[in-house]
């Protein structure tokens, strides 16, 4: 398959004469060149044109002969010869089809039309081989003919292109090359788009940057505060405090004998209760102005537990107000961490928008190389 490989694949390459153009004179150029070979185009095709409608002619008349095909004087068993008809039919159906499809072939472009015509034909071939085949066991004058037919249109469309050989090449070469061209301007938009964003986006970035600069001023500023630095004071206090308190709490959970209680009270399933939630939770003692558990102790442990349970919960309000007060730095720190943010998201965009500018480049290069080579089959030099 490939009538244009029969043109261009074979012969004796030609010196052709070198013809120098600038890349930005190209698109008038090739509108030049385009006109030029518009007439020969159009003989050329009126050419093919004829040459098919022969072919067409003389399938029909052809299929009409394969239509009326007699097998009754043939010595074949009848076997062979319903086998035999059958696959006729179906051959001359396929025939049906290839004069359809030619004569519905668009012929306004040179290129299209002889790419239509190898894909019809081949895909004829393909498709009828068989039915052919088991036909011609008895049949073979008629399927003969239409072979040659097709044998003949092939020679004469291969000489009348070998001929234009020339103008092939010409016409290939400036529709490949406008093709080509169409695909550059296509990537230079895309490109232009790429670097109208990252316009903006630099725009943004600065932005975003300063306000991020100003913020980290103003925590700056916070910093050097009296009020900040006697709120950091506090918080260490706070601190150091808490560490206090954990010590005290398990010193004050230790001065009670949970196992004595509930050896005392174990016959009460309530106190049992008490006993086992406080032991599981000393923090209840906290909690409540009267402990449950205060009632279980003897007087002398009672007092020192309560007075214990006072000065713990007047550092416990103590801690809690200090660590409740608004940090200074709070809404600023978050205010930062958003610009961060967003200064990351920015970035990851630019990074993007530079890759993609980097690849079209690279694409256009690429076309630029194949448009060259593409030329320099028609003797034209880019510059």
């Known amino acids: 398959m490939g009538i244009f490989s029969w043109i261009f694949g074979k012969g004796k390459k030609e010196e052709k004469k070198i013809e120098s153009i600038l890349f930005n004179e190209l698109e008038n150029y090739l509108l030049i060149k385009d006109r030029e070979n518009k007439d020969g185009e159009k003989i050329l095709i009126t050419q093919i044109e004829s040459l098919i409608n022969q072919l067409i002619k003389e399938l029909r008349e052809e299929r009409e002969a394969i239509i009326k095909v007699d097998l009754k004087d043939k010595k074949a068993e009848e076997r062979i010869k319903v086998i035999v008809l059958e696959n006729l039919g179906c051959y001359s159906n396929h025939v049906e089809k290839l004069i359809l499809n030619l004569s519905k072939l668009e012929k306004t472009n040179l290129n299209k039309l002889v790419d239509a015509i190898d894909k019809e034909l081949f895909e004829f071939n393909n498709k009828s081989k068989m039915s052919y085949e088991k036909s011609t066991f008895l049949v073979g004058k008629e399927l003969g003919d239409i072979k040659e037919s097709i044998n003949k249109f092939f020679r004469e469309l291969k000489k009348l292109l070998e001929e234009n050989k020339d103008l092939m090449e010409k016409i290939k070469s400036v529709y490949l090359t406008k093709t ?39 925590i700056e500023e916070i910093k050097k505060s009296e009020k900040y630095i006697y709120q950091q004071k506090n918080k260490e206090k706070a601190k150091e405090k808490n560490k206090e308190l954990g010590n005290t709490i398990f010193k004050l959970k230790s001065l009670i004998d949970f196992k004595l209680l509930e050896s005392i009270h174990h016959a009460s399933e309530n106190k049992m209760r008490i006993l086992k939630s406080y032991q599981q939770d000393f923090n209840q003692m906290f909690d409540k102005d009267k402990p449950e558990l205060i009632e279980f102790l003897g007087d002398d442990e009672k007092n020192t537990i ?47 928008e530079e890759n993609r500018i980097k690849k079209i480049d690279e694409i256009i290069r690429d076309i630029k190389v194949k448009i060259s080579e593409e030329l320099r089959k028609i003797g034209v030099e880019i510059i």
């Open 180 to 218: 080509s061209l169409c695909e550059i301007k296509d990537n230079e938009a895309g490109k232009a788009e790429s670097e109208k964003n990252l316009r903006e986006i630099d725009k943004k970035l600065k932005k975003v940057n300063e306000d991020r600069d100003k913020i980290e001023k103003i």
């Open 306 to 352: 309560i007075e214990e349970v006072a000065r713990i919960k007047i550092t416990k309000e103590e801690i809690c107000r200090i660590e409740e007060e608004a940090d200074l730095l709070e809404n600023q720190n978050l205010e930062l961490e958003k610009k961060r943010s967003e200064l990351d998201e920015i970035k990851k965009k630019k990074e993007w």
